[in-house]
Structures are given as C-alpha cells and as structure tokens.
C-alpha cells in the first residue's frame, strides 16, 4: 500500500530529514496542508514505522504519547541513510 504513495512518503520522510526538530505541533500544522486522504496516508506511515521500530528495535511504545512516538519515528529517520530509508520503505535500492 505505501509504495503506491511513494511522492507522499518521500516528502514526509525529506521533510523530516530536512528537519530533524520537527514538533508534533509542526507535524501536524504540516498535515493540515494536505487533503483528508493524505492525512490519513501519513499518519498510516508513521504508525507502520514506529510498530515496525517496536517489533525489529525493541522501542517501547506502551505508555507513550503521541509526540513520543512521533519523536522516536522522527529520530529514526533522521539517523537512517537515505539509501537503507528506501529499501525498507519501498523494498528498493534506489534513494529517498
């Protein structure tokens, strides 16, 4: 599902890179930008990656609010090379 969004997903993830301090008020004035259904796209995104951060990096997400999730989603991104960013997003080698 996330590949057939691939520009969103891309200028979420570069919008992050590009600013790694992003708040959740930030994060979501962003969203407010964007029509209903993008909303909902991106807000997917991020779920997918802070459960796939739980499940392969043993982050804890019990207990935490919505701008500790984003904060850990956001820091992954930022940390991650573009290029590994691409393969597990999309399952290709070619970069963000």
Request: glycine share 4%.
């Amino acid at each position: 599902m996330i590949t057939k969004h691939k520009e969103l997903i891309t200028e979420v993830v570069m919008r992050l890179k590009n600013n790694p301090t992003t708040t959740l008020t930030q994060y979501n004035n962003y969203l407010s930008t964007k029509q209903w259904y993008e909303q909902a796209i991106i807000r997917f995104f991020v779920y997918k990656v802070a459960m796939g951060l739980a499940e392969y990096h043993g982050v804890v997400l019990t207990n935490y609010t919505e701008t500790q999730v984003l904060q850990k989603v956001r820091d992954w991104i930022v940390a991650t090379p573009a290029k590994k960013l691409s393969k597990v997003i999309f399952g290709e080698i070619n970069q963000v």
